[in-house]
């Protein structure tokens, strides 16, 4: 598939904010997923977007998405230590049922 | 639910030897993908079915790859004869994407191989 791109690495202070960015090819994506991955384990659903919103909004996460540049980010509020993984941005491909997978920012939070 | 279960989480082998994943999705779910992660290629989709029927095959890497899904609680990726290259995490994942709704894929713990 095209490729969905995110810069690799991402460290934040404990209470700062994180922005993790992503960009993407398929304009005709229907959903927008954010996935995170703990160490030794698998990827957890985070949140998504619809491709006809801007924004969304889910407790301590904001998902903005600018179908124009097809740019798609994820920021974390209060980051925490807890919060200290791999999230992966991804597309909906062609098919409409597989997906198209960056190759994930790992962030880091320090004390 | 238990979520997508996988086994074994860990197989180490020698070279040439076969090896085989199982998957078992989650009741109810009708499509079922196999995920290759490596630390240089990151997450690879290699093959997803639906309804049991493989869909898209294209990722997988070469004829010593194979996937079946004999029903729709069960499938299985086999490697023959393994090599050190394969070593990765593998991961299942199974989704139910309906009308209206997401195609949200929910993943299992993965299989750690390493192919000495």
């Known amino acids: 598939g095209e490729d969905v791109e995110q810069s690799l690495f991402l460290s934040v202070r404990e209470g700062d904010s994180s922005v993790i960015n992503c960009t993407y090819t398929?304009?005709?994506?229907?959903?927008l997923y954010w996935y995170k991955q703990e160490p030794g384990a698998g990827l957890q659903l985070l949140t998504y977007i619809f491709s006809n919103m801007d924004m969304k909004q889910d407790q301590r996460l904001t998902v903005l998405l600018n179908k124009k540049d097809k740019h798609l980010s994820l920021r974390i509020a209060d980051t925490q230590t807890g919060d200290s993984a791999i999230y992966f941005c991804?597309?909906?491909?062609?098919?409409?049922?597989?997906?198209?997978f960056g190759k994930g920012t790992s962030l880091l939070v320090t004390p | 639910d238990a979520g997508v279960i996988q086994s074994p989480r860990h197989e180490v082998t020698e070279m040439g030897q076969e090896v085989t994943l199982r998957c078992k999705p989650i009741s109810g779910h009708d499509y079922l993908f196999w995920y290759r992660q490596t630390m240089m290629r990151g997450l690879e989709l290699l093959i997803y079915?639906?309804?049991?029927?493989?869909?898209?095959d294209s990722g997988m890497p070469e004829d010593r790859f194979s996937a079946k899904m004999p029903n729709a609680s069960f499938s299985t990726l086999k490697i023959q004869p393994s090599e050190p290259r394969d070593s990765a995490v593998y991961f299942c994942?199974?989704?139910?994407?309906?009308?209206?709704?997401?195609?949200?894929?929910?993943f299992g713990p993965g299989t750690r191989l390493t192919v000495l």
């Open positions: 991804a597309e909906s491909m062609d098919s409409g049922y597989a997906l198209n």
């Open positions: 994942a199974s989704s139910s994407p309906l009308v209206g709704s997401t195609d949200t894929q929910y």
């Open positions: 398929d304009s005709s994506s229907t959903y």
């Open positions: 079915f639906n309804n049991n029927v493989p869909i898209d």
